[in-house]
């Protein structure tokens, strides 16, 4: 039988520190090629006060420390009580001054000690995924230029033109498995921030070592500046990104290209994951990269499978078999790439389930943008969105352009999901006309970020269109207080419960491309890890809590569907017979072993 235990050392990643076990024998040795000050100021090898007596001689860091050494314990304790102050201190203060504050402080321990930032962060990830991730990073976003204090990542400009493959070589770690990119060009719903976007794929990253236990010495933020669109940036003195309107068409897509030749030549194995295209670009570089590199859309593909899973469990929540599923009325309110991507995704699984009967799936959807319902009448229909429009005499009593009161009210959907970017247009007139609705329990997907840009909040929602609905939204919420005991429960529907699966199980598998057979194993997974019991209480999602280990689950099932596909070439010492022969458990169990977890390692000097 396979044996997981080989993989007991897989926090040592590298070839060389494997060598290196034999030549000192210190178990979990690190190898670093620093000494001294050099290593202080490296917040991957830095352990603060925490460097033991025996390694500061080793390392020539004798008095650059105080002699106490403090444990990494102590260490946590410390700044968790610095960080309860901070909250203690700032109660009572507005909602962007608080959060920078705490933003700020762990941007500053992620500066200094990573190991520590990463245990802090795995350890309160409910606490501080809303502060790293959804919603204050599109604060950060927005206030980047002024918050900038040190570089993180790599920033790739228009101006780099013919530089890109030299350029690469730049990056300090030997081996990048993970990178996020964004071109800044529709951050959230915040619309085009320009070279500021970088938040994004830094926070996306955090979520991949927390969530994916991705090693992060082998993740990489990268952020192309082509220009911006936004005036105020332009004009902004402090702007830290090219001062120029974006770069269009060819001369756009050459940079791209020629950025992913660079990273596909000195990592040909990494992962690339596009953020926050605006989305003509998000569907275009999608078509173009998919087959050639590793890479996949997140608000395009990874939003649809958790989309997928949330509307299945409202089908389950129902207490309806999940063939159900192709009798919802599906509104979607956003016609974007996240919005389009759930369509297709939600299509595709209609039609399996009605025996490739794509017409009669398509059928149960409808789609709005910011001119209402989109029909074949539309002028100028985008072509991206022509496959979802409705046939005029299929919508009877709507016109073209209806207005999202009007079609909620006339359909009375099932499920009413909002990717507009737009806060506040379920507004109380809509979600009251939800209370009209075909389902004995309606589900209101308000799946816009940050919070800001969510179409209704939960309060509202369940205030409005009732007690019984089940109610998701991209960033988190408090479960809602519905008296006699009753709990309103809050879902985040939000891309974070499958891009890290999505992304370690395609590096563990090895696999070239990812294809919808794995991102469809991804959202299926998703979509059958909660229970009865939890659905029926309107839980559609696992709690935070638990990423780690949803996500080892997702990246199983990716993998397993990688096997199935024939993709599968294996990772480090194991190949893809190994693969093959391993059981769905034992997957699980692989994945979960190939988790990054934060300790400190011995570290050992080599020049
Ligand atoms: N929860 C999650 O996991 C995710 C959430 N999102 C959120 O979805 C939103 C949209 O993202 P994208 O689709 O990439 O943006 P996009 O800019 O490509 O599309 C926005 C769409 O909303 C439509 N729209 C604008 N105003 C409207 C209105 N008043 N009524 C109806 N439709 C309106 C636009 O016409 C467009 O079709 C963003 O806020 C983003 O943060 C995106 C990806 C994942
Ligand atoms: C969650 C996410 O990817 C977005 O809002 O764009
Ligand atoms: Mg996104």
Aim: proline share 5%.
């Amino acid at each position: 039988m396979w044996r997981v235990a080989r993989f007991a050392a897989s926090n040592v990643r590298s070839s060389s520190q494997r060598r290196f076990f034999s030549a000192a024998a210190i178990p979990g040795a690190c190898i670093v090629h620093k000494r001294g000050a050099d290593i202080l100021h490296d917040p991957w090898f830095n352990k603060d006060t925490g460097f033991p007596l025996t390694e500061r001689d080793r390392l020539g860091l004798r008095g650059l420390l105080p002699p106490r050494v403090i444990s990494f314990e102590q260490q946590y304790d410390r700044f968790m009580e610095s960080y309860r102050s901070l909250q203690k201190n700032t109660q009572g203060q507005p909602y962007s001054v608080v959060s920078l504050a705490k933003w700020r402080i762990l941007n500053r321990l992620h500066d200094r000690n990573e190991t520590l930032y990463y245990r802090v962060l795995i350890d309160n990830i409910k606490d501080f995924a809303p502060i790293i991730y959804t919603p204050t990073v599109g604060l950060v976003c927005q206030n980047y230029s002024g918050l900038f204090r040190r570089p993180r990542g790599m920033y790739f400009s228009a101006k780099d033109k013919g530089e890109m493959m030299s350029m690469i070589y730049n990056w300090p770690g030997q081996q990048v498995d993970m990178i996020v990119l964004t071109d800044g060009s529709r951050i959230l719903g915040l619309g085009d921030l320009g070279v500021q976007g970088i938040g994004i794929p830094i926070g996306k990253l955090d979520m991949y070592v927390a969530a994916a236990g991705i090693n992060p010495q082998r993740i990489l933020p990268v952020m192309l500046d082509v220009g911006t669109n936004n005036q105020k940036l332009l004009e902004d003195p402090l702007y830290l990104g090219l001062r120029q309107p974006r770069l269009e068409g060819e001369e756009y897509l050459s940079i791209v290209d020629e950025f992913m030749e660079a990273v596909h030549t000195r990592w040909p194995k990494a992962i690339v994951q596009f953020e926050d295209f605006q989305m003509k670009w998000a569907f275009e570089t999608l078509q173009r990269y998919r087959k050639r590199f590793c890479m996949f859309n997140d608000d395009v593909q990874g939003t649809a499978g958790v989309a997928l899973a949330g509307l299945l469990g409202t089908v389950r929540a129902q207490g309806r078999p999940l063939s159900d599923f192709v009798n919802q009325k599906i509104v979607v309110v956003g016609a974007g790439s996240a919005g389009l991507g759930v369509l297709t995704m939600a299509i595709q699984a209609l039609s399996r389930m009605s025996g490739n009967n794509e017409m009669a799936a398509k059928n149960q959807c409808y789609l709005l943008d910011k001119d209402g319902l989109i029909t074949k009448e539309r002028k100028n229909l985008d072509p991206a969105a022509a496959p979802f429009a409705k046939d005029i005499k299929d919508v009877e009593g709507l016109r073209e352009g209806a207005s999202l009161l009007e079609v909620v009210k006339k359909l009375k959907p099932h499920v009413l999901l909002g990717l507009s970017g737009v806060g506040g247009i379920f507004n109380e007139q809509v979600l009251k006309a939800m209370r009209e609705s075909d389902s004995p329990k309606p589900a209101i997907f308000s799946m816009s970020n940050p919070t800001m840009n969510a179409e209704c909040n939960a309060a509202d929602a369940f205030k409005h269109a009732g007690p019984n609905i089940v109610f998701a939204s991209g960033s988190p919420f408090e479960n809602v207080d519905l008296g006699n005991g009753k709990v309103g429960h809050v879902n985040q529907a939000n891309n974070m419960y499958l891009f890290p699966g999505i992304g370690l199980g395609t590096l563990l598998s090895g696999a070239h491309v990812i294809t919808d057979g794995m991102l469809q194993a991804a959202a299926e997974c998703l979509a059958s890890y909660m229970t009865d019991e939890e659905i029926q209480k309107g839980i559609l999602y696992p709690s935070i809590d638990s990423i780690r280990h949803i996500t080892a689950e997702v990246g199983a099932a990716v993998v397993q569907a990688a096997v199935e596909e024939d993709l599968a070439e294996g990772h480090g010492d194991v190949g893809p017979r190994e693969l093959k022969h391993m059981s769905k458990e034992e997957i699980v169990a692989y994945v979960m072993q190939s988790m990054w977890f934060p300790v400190y390692s011995p570290l050992v000097h080599e020049k």
